[in-house]
């Protein structure tokens, strides 16, 4: 028998649950009518992409 060390009051992994400390913010509010924004991260530049089934696209 295989036990596990998963307490039954943690999350599951990859669960879809943001920290109750991370800061939210919503796609449209990022995407203010559009439908692509570049995002700066240190030096590098990369294009989130809103396509036309309301999936999101993040390229480098």
Do not use: C, W
């Not at 028998?1 to 990022?30: F, G, R, T, W």
């Not at 924004?37 to 999101?56: A, P, V």
């Amino acid at each position: 028998m295989k036990h596990s060390n998963i307490k039954s009051d943690d999350p599951p992994p990859n669960s879809d649950a943001a920290p109750q400390d991370a800061h939210v913010v919503s796609s449209e509010e990022l995407f203010a009518s559009r439908r692509e924004i570049i995002i700066l991260h240190g030096s590098e530049r990369y294009r989130l992409r809103l396509t036309s089934n309301d999936k999101l696209i993040l390229t480098k």
